[in-house]
């Protein structure tokens, strides 16, 4: 039999969801992201969670109020403000993110920034991407959403089958990162092994998840989490479901 010792290292290496609103405000959390002197505030004040090495980095951005440069984004890297605003600037063309407000900037991008306030940002990069024309691509804000190519797969619904929809706003060159918005009518399912990772903005509704190790948690609109690569989750919504996401997806 283990002891509680055991019991809470077996938990802790279990993949599982992260809540990343929670993981912003808890600084004591996650590994600083160490950069070159002289970086840009937007590069330099992070930190990711303390995850293997792999082609996807998540965590928090940070800044003060005033105002930056970045020269050339490394990789590509989906953006949504958690708290504050923030305001991105590319060759005069001028994007406003205010809370819950997303984007996608790509590998190369050259832009400045500016906060009146204290401003948190939640994260996804890329670090596979390759170089493209540096555009920032905001999120659409209820885009027209088609049927979507997937779904639960059959053999784990526990419900009848829903309906699902979706809009790509973005997908690199090699298919395995792709940001979008997605919906569904309710379902429930048993545990899936994610072979990806997903990072969650719920729009609308509510999902209940429970990993493998019996933690379960319900996230509602406006809650920001992630699932794990390598996790296994069981999925419950009993109302329509709305979320932006972000996926990495190997080939």
């Not at 009993?238 to 972000?246: Q, T």
């Amino acid at each position: 039999m283990l002891n509680l010792q055991q019991a809470e290292a077996v938990l802790d290496t279990v993949r599982s969801f992260v809540d990343m609103r929670a993981f912003a405000q808890d600084k004591s959390q996650g590994i600083a992201v160490p950069t070159s002197a002289g970086a840009d505030r937007f590069l330099s004040s992070r930190r990711v969670l303390d995850w293997e090495p792999s082609p996807v980095t998540a965590g928090v951005i940070t800044l003060d109020a005033g105002s930056g440069s970045v020269h050339s984004l490394p990789a590509d890297e989906f953006i949504i403000v958690n708290e504050g605003s923030l305001t991105l600037t590319q060759q005069g063309t001028t994007l406003t993110l205010r809370a819950k407000q997303s984007a996608m900037i790509q590998q190369g991008a050259a832009f400045t920034w500016s906060a009146e306030g204290p401003v948190s940002l939640i994260f996804v990069r890329y670090n596979k991407s390759q170089p493209g024309d540096g555009a920032i691509v905001p999120i659409k804000e209820s885009p027209e959403m088609g049927p979507s190519a997937g779904g639960p797969a059959a053999d784990l619904l526990l419900t009848p089958k829903p309906v699902c929809r979706n809009y790509t706003d973005y997908k690199t060159a090699d298919g395995e990162f792709t940001c979008g918005t997605w919906d569904s009518t309710p379902y429930t399912r048993r545990a899936l092994y994610f072979r990806h990772m997903e990072l969650m903005h719920l729009l609308e509704g509510t999902v209940t998840f429970v990993d493998e190790a019996g933690r379960s948690g319900t996230f509602s609109k406006g809650d920001i989490f992630l699932i794990e690569q390598k996790a296994s989750c069981t999925w419950e919504s009993l109302v329509n479901v709305a979320k932006v996401y972000v996926i990495y997806r190997p080939a």
